[in-house]
């Protein structure tokens, strides 16, 4: 059986490209593409979002060596989501029922709502895009759940003195991380998602925080 327009087009796209042929290659691939995109630590995205973001090597390859995009999401443990009635995610009760849910399954969150790319992550993500298509986003939901909002001016973010700053504050409050700087995965699941999003969106990722700061990369 002839392979299709599409087996032929990946391919011609991973000839000759064998970075990312091992599991090692894989992971380091994923690792990149956690580092300069925060936002999407621990997914895979799919195939159209690596084309579009200059991973399209990547994406071929797991297609191509991986076994495609929903194995390599298994292997990952991905939770699967969790069901919302239809029309529900309208009526902010609801929505408030389900949070109050999420708080009592992650107290470690002691209340507060978790961030987006936390919620998609964990399994969340229809209620994630309840509150942000139908409630204003997340900035409408911490107000009107009372709670403090944790989005800071970017102009502080762009500053990498600020940055370095709460890195260093975060090291002194976990010393379990002996003074090293944490993961992207770290940051995201120990609450500081905005920190995380700053080294990926305005220093380079933290391959290049690292050098910033003189630490050795891992």
Not at 24 to 37: A, Q
Not at 119 to 123: D, F, I, P, S, Y
Not at 192 to 195: D, G, L
């Given at each position: 059986m002839e392979s299709s327009e599409f087996t032929?087009?990946?391919?011609?796209?991973?000839?000759?490209i064998s970075e990312y042929e091992t599991e090692?290659?894989?992971?380091?691939?994923?690792?990149?593409?956690?580092?300069?995109?925060p936002e999407k630590e621990g997914q895979v995205p799919p195939d159209n979002w690596m084309r579009?973001?200059?991973?399209?090597?990547?994406?071929a390859c797991i297609y191509k060596y991986h076994g495609g995009f929903f194995k390599v999401r298994q292997r990952l443990g991905a939770k699967p989501g969790q069901k919302y009635k239809r029309g529900k995610l309208k009526k902010w009760n609801y929505v408030l029922a389900e949070l109050k849910k999420v708080d009592k399954n992650?107290?470690?969150?002691?209340?507060?709502?978790?961030?987006?790319p936390w919620?998609?992550?964990?399994?969340y993500g229809g209620l994630a895009d309840g509150i942000l298509k139908y409630h204003g986003g997340m900035r409408e939901a911490r107000k009107?759940?009372?709670?403090?909002?944790?989005?800071?001016?970017d102009g502080y973010w762009k500053d990498i003195n600020n940055v370095v700053e709460e890195i260093v504050r975060i090291q002194g409050n976990h010393p379990e991380l002996k003074g090293g700087l944490p993961s992207s995965h770290w940051l995201e699941n120990n609450g500081?998602?905005?920190?995380c999003y700053a080294i990926g969106t305005f220093h380079g990722g933290m391959r290049e925080f690292r050098k910033h700061i003189g630490e050795p990369q891992v």
């Open positions: 032929k087009k990946v391919e011609i796209e991973v000839e000759n090692e290659g894989l992971i380091e691939g994923l690792r990149l593409l956690w580092e300069k995109y579009k973001h200059g991973f399209s090597n990547l994406g992650h107290p470690e969150f002691k209340g507060e709502l978790p961030s987006v919620l998609r992550k964990n399994g009107k759940l009372g709670q403090k909002q944790k989005r800071v001016d500081y998602p905005r920190i």
